[in-house]
């Protein structure tokens, strides 16, 4: 059984900086994908980032040229997000995947089984 468990979230003003981090836990199969996803009230869970077993990243278009995804040796993830805007604002969910080939650039939240418990991000105008 694979455990996530994300922190580093908070509150800031528009323009700044936060990292999140994800720590893993549990025996990954080979090929496992990890991702970030958001979640705003009233909206759907929505696509953030993603890297690939081999490395190769993924990035949902309004996080583009702001947000950068990476990974650790030990399998922690990270997501450093400058430029914050107010429409950042959600719950960041942390998610792993073991069955999404490893060329597909679908990260379709239903691929994804495994869920961390969500961290707050609050960007203010």
């Known amino acids: 059984q694979v455990l996530l468990v994300e922190s580093g979230g908070g509150s800031v003003q528009a323009g700044g900086f936060l990292r999140l981090s994800c720590a893993v836990s549990?025996?990954?199969?080979?090929?496992?994908?990890m991702g970030w996803f958001r979640q705003a009230p009233g909206k759907e869970r929505e696509f953030v980032a993603a890297v690939r077993w081999s490395g190769l990243r993924d990035y949902g278009d309004a996080v583009k040229g702001r947000f950068t995804i990476s990974r650790d040796i030990a399998n922690t993830v990270y997501l450093e997000m400058h430029s914050l805007k107010a429409e950042d604002t959600a719950i960041y969910y942390c998610a792993g995947a073991g069955g999404i080939p490893p060329t597909s650039a679908n990260n379709d939240p239903g691929m994804y089984e495994d869920w961390g418990q969500g961290t707050q991000v609050t960007v203010s105008s």
């Open positions: 549990g025996r990954l199969s080979s090929g496992y994908r």
